[in-house]
């Protein structure tokens, strides 16, 4: 039965969880029952301020935790015993620990894009296949590079089809905070194919041996770039793909010279706008950069912006997963206004597959 307020734990209070935290706590159909975690740093002083209930996500670490002046309310299978879906954002190879505690209290969970997708058997990404995880009781949300591609994509082939796609990514060395993984004076390719491609598989399993995708890491810290081309199974003109993606959730197609013509330009315009963090979870096209040819060719460069951009993600997977909406459309809609994401208007069906029934036969990958 679907449930018209959610009750929900976050796990891991890093640079994805206390976004996924303030995500959770905007929406109107979804109560925060708390975060957990075992840090004892400042990091906790933004739950305080916002007044999320602390709790000790490993007994050991309590000590510590009101020693550093926090209040600690209970202890991770506490704050379980009162979710309906936890958010686990703790760091690779943790959440799996936790799993034998969710699975005892009957609650379902997600995971992030740092686990592989065999923890779950399953990978979640809102444009890709929000229909195939209603009712489910575990999936991860992929990453945030492959939550950018998916939308691209699925946009893509939704309306026009893809026969194939390469991309190449750019990578950020380490995210702002995380000063131990640079500056490096190197450019560090992915020595093979790289995940981004397969990773996009395992939420769009159609495109299996119709993507490539290979990756750099560089010594810059405020986003990823993605080069990709995609081959269309029509003949779109450059003004239609450019309307397309204007009137696509999620995704921003502004001229470069207007102003933005590099990423740091985009961190100082999020600034300016009063965005939270600067955070930009929106995937943001270089109109300039978007070029057809007749073979069917599209080519475009995009910025992602890796702290941010899978979070409305993890509030659809909620709503999906607890059948608290079963049109992807309308969670977008939710998700966003709350957000204070960019809206666009009348959403088109179409871009969800939602003119397409088949995508919502089964609940499994």
Known sequence: MAKSKANIGVV?????????????AAQSDMNLIGVADIISDVRLRIAVQRKYPIYCSVPDFEPKMREAGYEIVGYLDDMVKECDLVIDCTPSGVPQHNFPLYDTENVKSIVQGGEKHGLTERSFSTFGNYYTHLGVDQTRVVSCNTTALTRIISTLAHTYGVSDAFVALARRAGDPARTNRGPINAITPVLGVSHHGPDLVTVMPQFNDKIHSLAIAGSWTLSHVHML??????????????????RTPRILIEPGKQGLFDSAQLVEYFRDLGRPRYDRPEVFIWQETLSTDSRNNLYLIYDVHMESI??????????AMLEMESSAIKSVEKTDKALNIDQKGAYSHSLYGETEPQTAQNNSD
């Open 12 to 24: 891991g209070y890093g640079v994805i969880g206390k976004r996924v935290a303030d995500a959770v």
């Open 310 to 319: 899978p979070i409305p993600e993890n509030v659809d997977a909620i709503r």
């Open 229 to 246: 081309k995609v081959t269309l199974e029509s003949n779109p003109s450059r003004e239609d793909i450019v309307a397309l993606f204007k």
